[in-house]
């Protein structure tokens, strides 16, 4: 008997072992978990507030529950914090009016907080933006590093383009003493129409030099270079340039040696004299395309109400980047002849009259329209004018 229950205890455990090992394995559940995360989008470094206006601060977050505060911080100590608000809703954005007066102090050393109320969960603007005065006169002090490249881009003969993807060499010099240590600077490329900036560089020797390459994701449009040392104490600013594709065009349209003059002829028994305006229109393209063709119109117009007497067009061909093109023009508009008696022919009447050229009057052209401005120059003419013939 005790033989047959041990053969079976042992039947039973091998069916046992056998079924273990049969069947499927159980898959376990797993839950991921993603942190909690703050990040700062507006103010994020370099822009400008004044004291006493109004500005939306903004924010993106992920796994944040209920409420977050926000917060100010001047300086990099452990003091110069402000509250904005110590508890709003989290919906990424917080209009704030900066206190005309409670701010202790100004200048470029602000950062701005958003966190979770227990503080666990926190970001800051990338890099200090200035809080000023309010609107008024303020005190203006000289640059302590003043750019040479880029040069302005109101001067036809300095105007700048900057081609994305294609390299170029900033350069300043210090021209005011300063306390503050700038054995090494910092350069931010700044937007001056979206306010966006892009770091340059965070930290490079000051050689009053830095060679850059234009990222090719920044926008076309206006700008201005920020250099600053490392503490960020001052911020110095460039002139105005362009950044735009490398296929831009820009023209640049002058009038040069204006002259209104008379030609007179005498013979045996009539006479004539011719009254005539002569002028040179230069062109140049600052952008970085070759043209094959840029059309010009020239017009004059009574100049108190604007209207336009005559208008002609001319053109230039095969035109280069960055090389001025001109061409001289004689008008004739007013001819007397006398045999028995002079005769006059009507006039325009009283002056002063413009006359005027324009480089692509159509808009043909790829040009950007922000720099069309200079499209277009004028000078005054204070003559009595007359027409009759052309030549």
Partial sequence: MKKYLVSLLIVVLSAGAAYSQVQPKQRQSTTVTVAPRITVTYPNGGETWEKGKQYRIRWTSSS???????????????????????????????????????????????????????????????????????????AIQAPVIQFTTPQRFDNPE????????????????QVRKTDADVGYVKILLKNRTTGKSFWITQGTRNTNSFAYRVPNNVADGLYILQIMPKSEEFRNQSPEFYVGPNDAVDLVCELRNVRVGWKFKNRLLTATKSDYIEFEIWVMNRGTKNLPMVPIAWRILNEPDSVVILQKEAGFSNVSPNRYYRTKLKYTYKKAKAVLFWHNTKGWG?????????ADPRHKLPEMEMVRGNNIARKKIFYNMHIEGAK
Avoid: C, H
Wanted: charged share 20%; glycine share 16%; proline share 4%.
């Fill in 64 to 138: 944040v529950q209920g409420n977050v505060k926000i917060r100010l911080k001047w300086g990099t100590g452990s003091g110069g914090w402000y509250t904005v608000s110590g508890s709003t809703e989290n919906t990424g954005s917080y209009i704030y009016k900066v206190p005309a007066t409670g701010i202790g102090q100004s200048g470029n050393q602000f950062r701005m907080y958003v966190m979770t109320l227990d503080g666990k969960v926190e970001d800051a603007s990338n890099s200090p933006f200035t809080i000023g005065k309010e609107s008024g006169a303020t």
């Fill in 158 to 173: 300095t105007k700048e383009i900057w081609v994305r993807g294609k390299s170029y060499t900033i350069r300043w010099k």
């Fill in 350 to 358: 009283p002056g002063p009259f413009m006359i005027e050229a324009e």
